[in-house]
Structures are given as C-alpha cells and as structure tokens.
C-alpha cells in the first residue's frame, strides 16, 4: 500500500481524495491550514497516517509543511491540491506576494523543491488555464491592475506548466496535472455540474493505481483522459522562464534530475 501526502485535504476535493485512497487501504498524510482546521478533521484524522498543519499562503509555513511531511519519511505520491479560487484584492503575504500566486503556484513549487521526491505527483488544475497566457511579464501582480479570474486562470496555467517541466526534468518521476472539472464543493458551489466522486478520481487514480495508462507522465487529464492543455503549458522555453522566476521569488532552487 502506498502513502500518499494531499494538500488542502480538510474538505473538498482533497478530503474526497484522502477518504477514497483511505478506504482503499492506503496511508495518507492529511493536510490542514490551521490548529483548528486540523482539530476539526474528526473521524478522518483517525484514520490518516498523520496530520501535517501550515498555511500555504506564507513561504515559512510551507517549509514547515515539508518539513513536517520530510519527518514523516518519502511519499510514493504527492497530491497538490490545495488552492484558492477568486481573491477581491491582490492582497500580500507574509512575504509580499499575491495571495492567489503564493498559494496555488509558488506553494507547490516549494513542496516540491524541497520534500523528499516521491514516485509521483499530481497537480490539481482547471480548464480555465487556458485563459492564463502571458503571465510571466508581470507574474506577482506588482504592475497590472488586480483581476481575479485572470490570477487564477494564470496560476491554473503556472501549475500545468511546472507538472509538465518535471515529467521532462525529474525522468524517475511520474508527474501529471489534472483538471477536476466544476465541481460541487464549497468553493465550486451548489450549482455545478460536476459531483465530487467524479472530482476527486482522477488525482486518486494517478497517485496509486497500478492500471498502465495511469503509469505515465507529463499528462494534462480530466476524467480519466488525456486532453491538451494550453500551448504555453507545453512549451519547454515557458517551462524554463516559469521555474527560473519561482527560484526567484521564493529563494528556492528546484533540485536538478
């Protein structure tokens, strides 16, 4: 059985996943932004291999995270989930950067720099990434007026693009992203069409399964299939450009393959 470490997984996609690869006798390393987040797990916290605790919109926290995860020993997968959908403001972090950036782009970029390297990683995406082209001009939000929906479909796009940059680095690594679909949880709401069981498979799938067509990677997926992602996403250049300037804003190298 495998273990398996799931970011933002106090509800939602991330605790449908936990509880599917729970139930199907895997370990799984719980993740919870807050003391009390993770005190109100209940049930689940139970049944998880561990509880790990830190808000991933501040860089010092997120090393804690890995840090926290590194004590724990490798991970055969890793499940990015966590992630933040519309922010009124560009707001700022403990460090200065955009909320929405910090935490569905440069905290997984941290984790994955810096917790040991699993066998696989998953990178929980949206459709809307196709809207997010041209962002690394002004990648923190610092010049352009904020826009919500465009920081999120960037940071959608930035996620895409760092799975597919690893599957082409880190070889040993099989390395996907996933687009759930709308989903109805608390963030995506009441009224879409997609239920959370349909959500949270995919991601689950690649973690474990044994089935050869989830043993691949650099995969864009939604539902159990391989789609195209945007041109951006695939092209090694913007890879590159992307990494480089998250080495940057962060401090942190990304390991060499």
Request: charged letters at 20%; hydrophobic letters at 40%.
């Given at each position: 059985?495998a273990?398996?470490?799931?970011?933002?997984s106090?509800?939602?996609l991330g605790?449908?996943a936990?509880?599917?690869l729970?139930?199907q006798g895997h370990?799984?390393v719980?993740h919870?932004?807050s003391?009390?987040r993770a005190?109100?797990l209940g049930?689940?916290?139970?049944?998880?291999?561990?509880?790990v605790?830190?808000d991933?919109?501040?860089?010092?926290?997120?090393?804690?995270?890995?840090?926290?995860?590194n004590a724990?020993?490798?991970?055969d997968a890793?499940i990015?989930n966590?992630g933040?959908?519309?922010?009124?403001?560009r707001?700022?972090?403990?460090?200065?950067?955009?909320v929405?950036?910090a935490?569905n782009?440069?905290?997984?970029?941290?984790?994955?720099?810096?917790?040991?390297r699993?066998?696989?990683?998953?990178y929980?995406?949206?459709g809307l990434?196709?809207?997010g082209?041209?962002?690394?001009?002004d990648l923190d939000?610092?010049?352009r007026?904020?826009d919500a929906?465009?920081?999120?479909?960037?940071?959608?796009?930035q996620?895409?693009?760092?799975?597919?940059a690893?599957?082409?680095?880190w070889?040993?690594?099989?390395s996907?992203?996933?687009?759930?679909?709308?989903?109805?949880?608390?963030?995506g709401?009441?009224?879409?069409p997609v239920d959370?069981?349909t959500g949270?498979?995919?991601q689950?799938w690649l973690?474990?399964?044994?089935?050869p067509?989830a043993?691949?990677?650099g995969g864009?997926w939604?539902?159990?299939?391989q789609?195209?992602?945007?041109?951006?996403?695939?092209?090694p250049?913007f890879q590159?450009?992307?990494?480089?300037k998250?080495?940057?804003?962060?401090g942190?190298?990304?390991?060499?393959g």
């Amino acid at each position: 059985m495998a273990i398996i470490f799931i970011t933002g997984s106090t509800d939602g996609l991330g605790r449908a996943a936990a509880e599917s690869l729970l139930d199907q006798g895997h370990r799984v390393v719980l993740h919870a932004r807050s003391a009390d987040r993770a005190a109100a797990l209940g049930e689940i916290a139970s049944r998880s291999a561990r509880v790990v605790v830190g808000d991933l919109q501040s860089a010092a926290e997120t090393k804690r995270v890995a840090d926290q995860v590194n004590a724990i020993g490798r991970m055969d997968a890793i499940i990015h989930n966590a992630g933040i959908y519309t922010q009124p403001s560009r707001g700022s972090t403990p460090e200065g950067h955009a909320v929405t950036l910090a935490i569905n782009t440069l905290a997984p970029y941290l984790l994955t720099a810096l917790v040991e390297r699993p066998r696989r990683l998953v990178y929980l995406s949206s459709g809307l990434h196709r809207g997010g082209e041209g962002s690394l001009s002004d990648l923190d939000w610092t010049t352009r007026a904020w826009d919500a929906a465009k920081a999120y479909a960037e940071s959608k796009l930035q996620v895409v693009a760092l799975a597919l940059a690893l599957a082409r680095r880190w070889p040993q690594v099989l390395s996907n992203a996933v687009d759930p679909g709308w989903v109805r949880t608390k963030m995506g709401g009441s009224g879409a069409p997609v239920d959370i069981d349909t959500g949270r498979q995919t991601q689950a799938w690649l973690a474990v399964s044994d089935d050869p067509k989830a043993l691949v990677s650099g995969g864009y997926w939604h539902h159990l299939r391989q789609q195209q992602p945007a041109d951006e996403a695939t092209n090694p250049d913007f890879q590159d450009a992307l990494i480089d300037k998250l080495a940057k804003l962060t401090g942190v190298t990304l390991p060499e393959g």
